[in-house]
């Protein structure tokens, strides 16, 4: 097992320096703004995010809101401390109706969507895109260990709201999250498009807990009247929120910014300080055996419905690989296809 909580790492990193310019590509940097109790992750997305559209043929819409979904993923889930897997999964009623990513640890990513293309509109933003539903996301640590997960309703708003509302319900931590998606297109018209992603997670983890008190999101169904429950927030919390509020969609994603320089950019006055980075990679961990075992799961009726043209074929939804069996290689019986 092997621990990557930035508490660990202190020791091991060099004392003050300035923040590199050298932008880093398709990792997520943690960070600690100790002055104002702040911890956070930030991460920018590159060729490994244009890879893992590119297994898809999806419509740009489509791309846009399911590279938040991986962003929000590589946030969440980078803290792993085991060699587990962070699913993040969306089913609602709008157009892109379903989405999971997957992240195996330590840097292993993949995703998919499901979606009716006649429902996507054009300038039709990631809330609308998304509908109403649920939001799950699952820690699988292995058969051995218990599964963890955790659910928050999306009530048509977008991924960074059902962040919010996830870590102030169940967790009780103040979190901000700002996510940004973006195409880049080089040398000029014609040119090649790439899609980029960034995104930040931020914290509020004071040691006296009752300073991380905070008010509910929504009054709810209280009677008219109600004074709604109002918690004063420490001027701690309130400075990180004002500063990540000023974080634009532009620098997110910029190629040519890296992410120590806009950490630095955020929080020079208070002091930062950012750990090790933890790259990302898009990667499926399908292959041939795996899908074989599934297909022997199956109840033997279901196998022999599967065949077509004499064969079974069985297409992986995270990267598109194709996978071929003869009837007896996926275990149907003879005489049942
Ligand atoms: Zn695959």
Known sequence: ???????????????????????VDDAVLPFEVAALDLRGRLTRLGPT??????????PAPVNKLLGEAIVLTTLLGS???????FILQTQTDGPVSFMVVDLKAPDRLRAYARFDARRLKRGADSAALLGKGHLAMTVDQGPDMSRYQGLVALHGGTLEHAAHEYFLRSEQIPTRVRLAVGEEWRGGDGGKHRWRAG???MQFLPKAPERARQADLHPGDAPEGTVPHEVKQDDAWIEGQSLIATVEDVELI??????ERLLYRLFHERGVRVFSPLRLSAQCSCSRDAVASMLKSFAAKDRAEMVQDGKVVVTCEFCSSVYQFTPRE???EEGTA
């Open 49 to 58: 995010l244009d890879d893992l559209l590119a297994k898809h043929d999806y």
């Open 330 to 332: 996926a275990g149907v």
């Open 199 to 201: 995104g930040m997670l």
């Open 79 to 85: 803290s792993l401390k085991f060699d587990g897997r």
């Open 254 to 259: 910029d190629p040519d910014l890296s992410g």
């Open 1 to 23: 097992m092997t621990s990557q909580s930035p508490d660990s790492k202190i020791i091991l990193d060099s004392p003050v320096r300035a923040p590199s310019s050298v932008p």
